[in-house]
């Protein structure tokens, strides 16, 4: 089995500048089906991107500079990207949902803003100036959809992302896809057009002109298995997602009421070597409704559960683990029905304005740590488990109905 590990040292550096793809070495889609209706079939993650100024001194961006991505075969061969330039957002794009690592962009959300607050009460706001020690995430799409019978890679800028408004990526970027497999994939920052220069007057040191890079992440595009194409494999793992009722009837228009929805994910080891999972806030929900946008998803917390043990368990050669994380179904007022998924880690998932129809769901397995400290509550101290398998996996989708009670 190949083991994938998040390198904390492995991006590039230049002049106290660092760029680097916050999200596990391992990103695996299932491809699409390829429908010959007017439907849409397509698969989307939310990765992102931390552009990290080091230095003694806040750096202005260069307003012609964006991040460019860049697509390696596995023989190393570049394929040719293509822009569309002034694309204007379409629904599906406007419907992405926000992805794992919530608490840390969170966090570090936060700690950069008290520090901008901190040293700069009077400046006037700049949203090309990064202060020295400030990390700025990027949050960026990546679109796996079929055009015109061919399939294609789409990699465009997310709106819900905080920083949408640097407009670091307005472009849509597109890279035609010869066929499922391995593929490396990074992003560059720099000019995607030479001929274009700047006209802003600059106060402050700007980035360098040397171009920074993100360090290659490892994407696999595979085709779905299973009954009813319903799971993927990679490595000898298999993902699949669980839901044995698929008719679901809705709970009644009172408060209290709720009906709870059997939603999980069942892995598989099919290696011959014993393998520890997470399901420590790694599992994450993706909703699509009949008309094939995505539903909007937002993280709550309102308390804090510790790692344990169990949170980790151990697969031996070919057994496999399932995990049901709780999952309701309820009424709220203004006649919406939610649909609320714990995270694991005291937080939940929710899905709101939900409604008599059909749906699709699917599950994402994010891990990006090797290790984890886990609280014994017999000894009351602290453990640390490692071992952990660490990657991005998305599990086809599934479709269920609504019904009326």
């Given at each position: 089995?190949?083991?994938?590990?998040?390198?904390?040292?492995?991006?590039?550096?230049?002049?106290?500048m660092?760029?680097?793809?916050?999200e596990p070495?391992?990103?695996?889609?299932?491809?699409?089906?390829?429908?010959?209706?007017?439907?849409i079939?397509?698969?989307?993650?939310?990765?992102?991107v931390?552009?990290?100024?080091?230095?003694?001194?806040?750096?202005?961006?260069n307003p012609?500079?964006t991040?460019?991505?860049?697509?390696?075969?596995?023989?190393?061969?570049?394929?040719?990207?293509?822009?569309t330039?002034?694309?204007a957002?379409?629904e599906?794009q406007?419907?992405?949902p926000?992805?794992?690592?919530f608490?840390?962009?969170?966090?570090?959300?936060?700690?950069n803003?008290a520090?901008s607050?901190?040293?700069?009460?009077?400046?006037v706001f700049?949203?090309?100036?990064?202060?020295?020690?400030?990390?700025?995430?990027?949050?960026?799409?990546?679109?796996?959809i079929w055009?015109?019978?061919?399939?294609?890679?789409?990699?465009?800028n997310?709106?819900?992302?905080?920083?949408?408004?640097f407009?670091?990526?307005?472009?849509?970027?597109?890279?035609?896809i010869?066929?499922?497999g391995?593929?490396?994939?990074r992003f560059?920052w720099?000019?995607?057009?030479?001929?274009?220069s700047?006209?802003?007057p600059?106060?402050e040191?700007?980035?360098?002109?040397?171009?920074?890079a993100?360090?290659?992440?490892?994407?696999?595009?595979?085709?779905?298995v299973?009954?009813?194409?319903?799971?993927i494999?990679?490595?000898?793992?298999?993902?699949?997602?669980l839901?044995?009722?698929r008719?679901?009837?809705l709970?009644?228009?009172k408060?209290?009421?709720?009906?709870?929805?059997?939603?999980?994910?069942?892995?598989?080891?099919?290696?011959p070597t014993?393998v520890?999972?997470?399901?420590?806030?790694t599992?994450?929900?993706?909703?699509v409704?009949?008309?094939g946008?995505?539903?909007?998803q937002?993280y709550?917390?309102?308390?804090?559960?510790r790692?344990?043990d169990?949170?980790?368990?151990?697969?031996?050669?070919?057994?496999?683990?399932t995990?049901?994380?709780?999952?309701?179904l309820?009424?709220?007022?203004?006649?919406?029905?939610?649909?609320?998924?714990?995270?694991?880690?005291?937080?939940?998932?929710?899905?709101d304005?939900?409604?008599?129809?059909?749906?699709?769901?699917q599950l994402?397995?994010?891990?990006i740590?090797v290790?984890?400290?886990?609280?014994n509550?017999?000894?009351?101290?602290?453990?640390?488990?490692?071992?952990?398998?660490?990657?991005?996996?998305?599990?086809?989708?599934?479709?269920?109905?609504?019904v009326?009670?």
């Amino acid at each position: 089995m190949t083991s994938f590990e998040s390198n904390e040292s492995n991006f590039f550096e230049i002049d106290g500048m660092h760029l680097r793809i916050w999200e596990p070495n391992l990103i695996v889609l299932p491809i699409p089906e390829n429908r010959s209706d007017s439907s849409i079939s397509v698969e989307i993650v939310e990765i992102k991107v931390y552009l990290i100024n080091n230095t003694p001194n806040p750096c202005h961006l260069n307003p012609n500079q964006t991040l460019i991505p860049e697509l390696l075969t596995s023989d190393g061969q570049v394929l040719q990207g293509q822009i569309t330039l002034d694309e204007a957002v379409d629904e599906l794009q406007r419907n992405i949902p926000p992805q794992a690592a919530f608490g840390i962009w969170l966090t570090q959300l936060v700690s950069n803003l008290a520090q901008s607050l901190k040293r700069s009460e009077t400046r006037v706001f700049d949203p090309r100036l990064i202060d020295s020690g400030l990390h700025i995430p990027l949050t960026l799409a990546l679109r796996l959809i079929w055009q015109n019978n061919h399939l294609q890679l789409q990699v465009i800028n997310s709106p819900n992302s905080s920083s949408k408004i640097f407009r670091f990526l307005d472009k849509s970027w597109f890279f035609n896809i010869p066929q499922p497999g391995s593929y490396q994939l990074r992003f560059i920052w720099g000019n995607y057009s030479e001929s274009e220069s700047s006209s802003d007057p600059l106060t402050e040191e700007t980035v360098s002109t040397v171009q920074l890079a993100t360090q290659f992440v490892n994407l696999r595009l595979v085709e779905p298995v299973g009954s009813h194409n319903s799971a993927i494999g990679i490595d000898g793992i298999r993902f699949e997602t669980l839901m044995p009722e698929r008719v679901l009837t809705l709970p009644e228009k009172k408060r209290g009421i709720k009906t709870r929805m059997q939603l999980g994910i069942r892995i598989t080891n099919n290696t011959p070597t014993a393998v520890r999972f997470s399901f420590f806030a790694t599992i994450i929900s993706r909703l699509v409704g009949a008309d094939g946008q995505l539903h909007l998803q937002e993280y709550y917390r309102r308390g804090t559960k510790r790692p344990l043990d169990s949170d980790f368990p151990l697969v031996m050669p070919g057994e496999n683990v399932t995990f049901f994380p709780y999952s309701l179904l309820y009424w709220r007022k203004r006649d919406q029905f939610v649909l609320k998924i714990e995270a694991g880690d005291g937080g939940y998932w929710s899905f709101d304005a939900l409604k008599i129809d059909i749906y699709k769901i699917q599950l994402v397995y994010n891990n990006i740590y090797v290790t984890k400290e886990i609280y014994n509550r017999e000894s009351m101290n602290t453990n640390l488990i490692e071992g952990l398998w660490v990657g991005m996996v998305s599990t086809p989708f599934i479709e269920f109905c609504l019904v009326q009670p």
